[in-house]
């Protein structure tokens, strides 16, 4: 008789390998800063700290989680390091590896992130007792790609026309995703194309160009529609840097592909372009412009110094070219997010005129 | 700045012929280093901290990490000001004190302009987003060095590789070359200073310590920049001679020393009571700071970019924050420290991070550990008040649970 229990992995980076997880028997499960746990992580990280990793230890500290038989973190930034600390503190009969995230994409990186994605399948292999074949890990890969093309196909009819339920509802597909099966996510996201062509009522609000780092609640979304606000498009990566698209080429290492396809993916402000330095503002400049977008939101994590140390140079470009730029700071709460729809709703009635 | 640099050497190399202290020398060797990076006599490189300095002063590179300013600025007591011009544009005051320092110095003009700038992802990626703003300020080349977090053969080989690759930017960007044997005889120099460090530490564990308020701060953190040269030797030199002279003439850092202190992470370097306060009022002296320590072998002159990446992952605050607390607490049993401080620099989410985790592990040694909510740098919001009372209250309980303890005075041990 076949078990139908998910044996879950959890994990908190959209640089997160979710084919690996999946090849290794896993489900990838996104532990996202949601809920309402109550705030305990101060117990062990400092209150400086950003509240992403915080909520998300909270999440740990009430068993606010389906059961893990694993934890994988990556070395994305200070935070999640210290994140790796305080979960084994927190959880010590947990099972944690924390994989090494270079912090550029040249090639002397992506072969040591390939090394680190092999220790990452070893380790796997060896929680599930069972070894992960290259086979299995190709045709995973193949998977999430078939993914990735689902949510590029809604993404870009959102961007286009609009979808049913806007952001709200696509915000409720990325958050699905990352936590349930694959087929599950992948019959759903079909499901959900194949209902794409139903008519929708125009959507009246202002165009806005959304970036940033964490924000999954789809009641934050539902919040910027009520101020008025359409959102566009969005790089968010609890959005839509959850899923791109991997580079397959038969011939080549598979794990040096998977590596390359993950660093050079749309990047979180901690991976830098050294030749490009503050590249992150003609980024989001070109992605504002591209959708139409009249006003652009930042939307970060307080404390996540990855991307409130961009936020000038990424003003001052936006302001350059005319697009008037609001920056938005939350805990990962819709407590401390609903405290600013006055903000947006000022600077949307000033888009207005 | 280059004038309050010239200044500041000046005045410092008058003093040190009227009292040759350690620290006047170390103190008139960063005024120097300060000369230099604006000198424009050489190539310029601003880093981050964990940047391989003495492979950079082997190829000629003036390089200095870019704290280092916010330390300079702090100390002289006018890092406020740069700090509020770098809020003014939106760095925010949530940010780490050094890194505003520094921004706002760029912004005013106040910074040389560098040939090159290398950012190290240890020990925090503010630093990084620092560097990278001041490289895109500047208009000049970036290189990023990744520091892995651990110090599997793999991991060394990578950031050895990185070291390979960061000499070949420099040439093409500086035209400087590396010479071999100038490498290795900074790679000897290294090893020549660590040896004498080792010596140094080792006499400040001394019982009762020879080191007193301000002798070695920041010390450990501001050392790597001379390594590779004669200077660090000197430095290390005057310090071994000034240590081993007062423990030869039984001269204590602090007369009557009662309570020894491990000071966590980095100095507050604006001017304030607090050490003095420790020192006077409870015969308490910090006889190490986390850093002051040589946590790494010797480089092999031979191999040097393997033993330069294996000096630089094994720095404390790279990695797991267990690699930190068995530093610490290796530091607390070779001092034999009474309690801890740690000032928590306001901003610094790797350092701060871990302090619940650090209190913990030292609760297990029964070393009381008490936290101060400061920016080392932006002496705005320092509430002295509230600060003495606290360390007041945590040197009374120090002072209650601090028992009979050995001696060593010249290698003999007593008791008091």
Known sequence: ?353 | MKQFFDDMTAKMEAGLLEKNTARQKFNLEVTRLGQRLYSGNQRLALCGVCAPFDLLNAMGINSCFVEFWGGVLATAGIANEFMEEAEHVGFQAESCGWHRAVLGAAIKGMMPTPDIMIATSSPCTGGVAAVENLAQKFGCPLFVLTIPPDDSERSVRYLADQFRSMVDFITTHTGETLDGGKLKDAMNKTNQAREIALEVYSLAQSIPSPVKGRDLVSVGLTMPLFLGTETAIEIAQAYKNEFTARIERGISGVPGERLRLIWLQEAILFKNPLIKMLEKDYQATVVVEELNDIYWEPIDPGDPFTGLARRTIAFPFNGAVERRIKHIKKLVQTYRIDGAINPCHWGCRQGTGSRGLIAEALKDLNIPVINLEVDCADSRNFAEGQLRTRLEAFMEVLGSISSERPVEIGGQACTI
């Not at chain 1, 994990?11 to 690996?20: D, G, I, Q, R």
């Not at chain 1, 959880?91 to 040249?106: N, V």
């Not at chain 1, 590029?152 to 049913?164: A, C, D, L, P, Q």
């Not at chain 1, 609903?338 to 947006?344: E, L």
Request: contains cysteine.
């Open chain 1, 1 to 353: 008789m076949v078990s139908d229990k998910v044996s879950y992995i959890g994990f908190t980076c959209s640089y997160t390998p979710l084919a690996l997880i999946e090849a290794a028997g896993y489900t990838p499960y996104r532990i996202l800063p949601v809920g309402d746990s109550p705030d305990q992580a101060g117990q062990i990280l400092h209150d400086n700290l950003c509240p992403h990793v915080k909520r998300v230890l909270d999440r740990a500290l009430s068993n606010d989680l389906p059961e893990l038989d694993g934890v994988v973190l990556l070395n994305s930034c200070d935070a999640m390091r210290r994140l790796a600390d305080a979960w084994k503190k927190a959880r010590p009969a947990d099972r944690i590896i924390l994989i090494g995230l270079p912090m550029t994409t040249d090639d002397s990186a992506v072969a040591y992130f390939e090394r680190e994605l092999s220790r990452l399948v070893d380790t796997l292999g060896q929680w599930s007792g069972r070894a992960v074949s290259i086979e299995t890990v190709r045709a995973s890969i193949k998977k999430y790609n078939q993914l990735a093309v689902l949510f590029e196909s809604v993404r870009n009819r959102f961007v286009g026309r609009g979808i049913i339920g806007g952001a709200v509802r696509l915000q409720g597909l990325y958050n699905m995703a990352v936590t349930r099966p694959f087929s599950e996510a992948y019959q759903t996201i079909k499901g959900f194309i194949d209902d794409l062509n139903s008519p929708i009522a125009e959507d009246t609000g202002i165009p806005i160009f959304l970036f940033g780092n964490v924000l999954p609640d789809p009641e934050a979304f539902g919040l910027f529609e009520s101020c008025g606000v359409r959102i566009v498009d969005e790089d968010l990566c609890t959005g839509s840097r959850s899923f791109a698209q991997i580079e397959m080429d038969g011939e080549r290492k598979i794990f040096s592909q998977l590596a390359r396809g993950l660093l050079r993916r749309p990047r979180c402000a901690r991976t830098l372009i050294p030749m490009t330095p503050g590249a992150i503002a003609g980024e989001v400049l070109s992605r504002a412009t591209a959708c139409r977008a009249r006003g652009v939101i930042a939307c970060t994590a307080k404390f996540c110094d990855p991307y409130i140390a961009r936020i000038p140079g990424v003003r001052e470009a936006l302001r350059k070219a005319g697009l008037p730029m609001l920056h938005i700071e939350g805990d990962c709460t819709m407590r401390s997010f609903g405290q600013h729809r006055t903000r947006i709703e000022a600077f949307t009635e000033m888009l207005r005129r």
